[in-house]
Structure formats: structure tokens, C-alpha cells
């Protein structure tokens, strides 16, 4: 995967991969250029002038012109590389936006809502929004309904687990919307960082399995220690992960809490969870 170069994955699908590689992002993000000549842009990505002049020259080479620019979620390697097209193009863009959690976008301006079950033409193929809360409030995936391909944003990524940061970030809400996904005719998974996944539903339901896993382990370590906070719970249940990730993993660690929270098998006080009886 190169930076800024225009690949064609499939009919009608093709992939850019932004600049901006990283521990949290991978090779990069994954702005998609959806259809041949009618084109749509998912996830613009960041707001960086190569990948930006990278998104012109891809619309350029396939010929066709930018009819609308459509986010997963506005996270700032998603969704600011939109303020800077819509500067350059009188297109409609399409997209959730949440309050601020200090993570999100605040340049994003969408010119039109997005709902569970939004469709659009995108040169004659179905685009199909997909609410899909967990790693975000304001999270969608879209499927490509000529290919069965899927565009997971940050809910699935290749190569690496989510991180799911509370408040806007919900454990429960991320393992429904994985479940979710397992109800449509998946034939790929178009990742926001890493490459196509063409075993759709292995990862998801291998996704599922994870997280349940990961549950079992917190539940576990709070049987053990009884009564601790997110320092020491972290060291227990995240044996298996190097010291180095734990200060990641306590974001997660806080998501599978309050979810357990949520359905009355732990609770919190002042810091210090423990299992209800």
C-alpha cells in the first residue's frame, strides 16, 4: 500500500491511502473512490495538501467528477480532508456529527443527514448506510451492494482490534453493531487502515469471539484482586499485551467496565470497580 497512489480494488471500488501512518493508524487512512464517473468519496481522510492534490488527481484519472463526499465518522484521520474538498466542489456531503469529546473533527460540516438504511446511486450501484455505534456515537459503515463489499471505517480495522474510548465509545453498542453486520450479504470488508478483508464473516464473528474473550479476562481479574481501579485491573486482565500498549488498553478496559456496569454485573465507586454480587 503506497501513499497517494490510485488503486482499483474492485468494480467500481478504489482506495487511496492517506499519508499519515502511525500506532493508531496503520499504512494510513483509506479514503475510497466509489464508482467511474459519478464519483463518490468515503472518508476523505486528513486534511494534509498531497492527499488532498492525491484525491484530485485520482477523480482526474478515472475520468469521472465528485458528485458527494460521504464519512464513516469524524475522527480527525477521517473525516477534515471534507472542509478542504468542499472548498474546491459544490458537493454534497453526508455524515453524523457528535458533540465534542475532544477527539472529533470540529471542521466538519455535512450538508445533508445520514440515517440507518440511507441509500445512494453511485453510478448506478447501491450505497447503503449502516449505523454502526461502538467505536463512536456517530459511526456508519456503508455497503457496496454490486460487490457485497463493506466499508467499516474505524469499526473493523485489518490487522488490529479497536480501541473504544467512553464516553462516545461503547462496548455494549460496538459487539450489536458487530453482530449487526453479520445480517447483510458480506463478500468483503474495506477497512479505514489496512487492506481488503476477503473473509468477512470470519473476522467479524472472530472480532466477537475477541472481545468476549477480553470480557472473560476482566471479569476474571476483578474476581482475583476483588476491588481495584483501571491501573490495576489494566496489569491483570492485559497480562497477555506488552506494558508499553497498557495505557491504550485502559480505554478499552473502561468500555468492557461499563458495560458490565450496564448490565448490572459490576459497578464503580469512586474509581474502584468491583463485581456486584
Not at 453526508?94 to 460540516?109: H, K, M, N, P, V
Not at 445533508?112 to 449502516?130: E, K, P, T
Not at 476477503?198 to 473476522?203: A, G, L, V, Y
Request: overall charge negative.
Amino acid at each position: 500500500m503506497e501513499a497517494g497512489v490510485l488503486e482499483t480494488l474492485l468494480p467500481g471500488v478504489h482506495r487511496i491511502v492517506a499519508p499519515n501512518p502511525s500506532v493508531m493508524t496503520g499504512p494510513g487512512t483509506n479514503t475510497y473512490l466509489l464508482g467511474n464517473k459519478r464519483i463518490t468519496v468515503l472518508d476523505p481522510g486528513p486534511d494534509m495538501p498531497e492527499h488532498i492534490a492525491a484525491i484530485e488527481a485520482g477523480i482526474a484519472q478515472l475520468g469521472g467528477e465528485l458528485e458527494r463526499i460521504v464519512t464513516t465518522h469524524t475522527h480527525p484521520d477521517h473525516s477534515p480532508g471534507a472542509a478542504a474538498l468542499q472548498a474546491r466542489y459544490p458537493v454534497g456531503v453526508f455524515g453524523a456529527e457528535i458533540l465534542d469529546d475532544g477527539y472529533q473533527d470540529t471542521s466538519f460540516a455535512p450538508t445533508g443527514s445520514l440515517a440507518h438504511d440511507d441509500c445512494f446511486d453511485v453510478d448506478g450501484s447501491v450505497l447503503r448506510a449502516i449505523y454502526t455505534p461502538g467505536h463512536v456515537g456517530n459511526h456508519y459503515c456503508f455497503i457496496h451492494e454490486a460487490t457485497g463489499t463493506v466499508f467499516t471505517g474505524d469499526h473493523i480495522m485489518q490487522g488490529s482490534t479497536v480501541v473504544i474510548i467512553p464516553p462516545a465509545g461503547d462496548m455494549a453498542d460496538y459487539i450489536a453493531s458487530l453482530r449487526l453486520l453479520l445480517d447483510y450479504p458480506l463478500q468483503y470488508l474495506a477497512p479505514g487502515h489496512g487492506t481488503l478483508i476477503d473473509t468477512p464473516r470470519q473476522e467479524v464473528e472472530h472480532l466477537i469471539a475477541h472481545r468476549q474473550s477480553r470480557e472473560d479476562k476482566i471479569y476474571a481479574a476483578l474476581q482475583q484482586i476483588k476491588k481495584g481501579d483501571l491501573d490495576e485491573l489494566v496489569v491483570v486482565a492485559y497480562q497477555d499485551v506488552d506494558a508499553s500498549i497498557h495505557p491504550i488498553a485502559k480505554l478499552s478496559l473502561s468500555a468492557h467496565l461499563l458495560k458490565l456496569e450496564k448490565e448490572m454485573r459490576a459497578h464503580q465507586k469512586d474509581g474502584q470497580w468491583e463485581l456486584l454480587a
